[in-house]
């Protein structure tokens, strides 16, 4: 997980207060004119607006995995091109700061972690059965037909999760005037739910959303 200890996250956050110098910071406030909110699909949406950036963002599970994924829609409204980098943003909680995970590591890591558990379940469980015992001396070492069929159905989906992260997370790119980027912007799960603030450079301007998580851990882990 790419939690940085107490030490390095203060270091990171006042790089982050040095960036801010040169930077204008701009907070999402509900009811703030530029401050935009929907919810869809029980996901809360939260969007601001300056002269030359349109940004939308939104937090919500990558279920049955150990990762979060902030969904990003930014538009550059102004005449010059816009600088984005996802790999920059990064979930603030009190002093502990995670950074965004490389999409295709983050992939790798589910699908590996699925293909691990469906192994696990497939693998051979030894219940000794007293009456086979009696007639043979040896003992039942079968996975049942449930644990077969579940074992499959988590490898399955670990690798359509790892497969959807491949295909949305976002990259690094240069936004040329009335151009827009979406994707996704994974991050590793806490242990417990947690409140953020979601810090997102673009351009000259640090965007800030607080959002919060569940952090749910794989139901089969």
Not at 131 to 154: E, F, H, L, W, Y
């Amino acid at each position: 997980m790419r939690v940085l200890s107490s030490a390095l996250a203060a270091t990171l956050l006042i790089g982050s207060a040095a960036l801010a110098q040169n930077t204008a910071t701009l907070r999402w406030t509900e009811g703030a004119p530029n401050s935009l909110s929907e919810v869809k699909n029980d996901t809360k949406i939260e969007g601001l607006k300056t002269d030359d950036i349109h940004i939308n963002v939104s937090l919500a599970d990558v279920k049955e995995t150990e990762y979060n994924r902030v969904w990003v829609q930014v538009s550059n409204h102004g005449t010059t091109p816009i600088t984005f980098d996802p790999q920059s943003a990064i979930l603030l909680n009190g002093d502990k700061a995670v950074r965004a995970e490389v999409p295709e590591k983050a992939a790798n890591s589910i699908q590996k972690y699925g293909e691990a558990k469906s192994q696990e379940l497939s693998s051979a469980h030894c219940n000794m059965m007293m009456r086979g015992q009696q007639k043979t001396g040896t003992s039942a070492c079968q996975p049942t037909d449930t644990q077969v069929q579940m074992g499959k159905q988590i490898a399955a989906f670990s690798s359509q999760q790892a497969q959807w992260v491949r295909d949305n997370g976002l990259k690094q790119k240069t936004l040329a005037p009335g151009e827009e980027a979406q994707g996704a912007i994974v991050f590793k799960k806490d242990k417990k739910p947690a409140n953020y603030v979601l810090r997102v450079p673009v351009g000259s301007v640090i965007l800030e959303f607080p959002v919060g998580a569940q952090n749910r851990l794989p139901s089969y882990d």
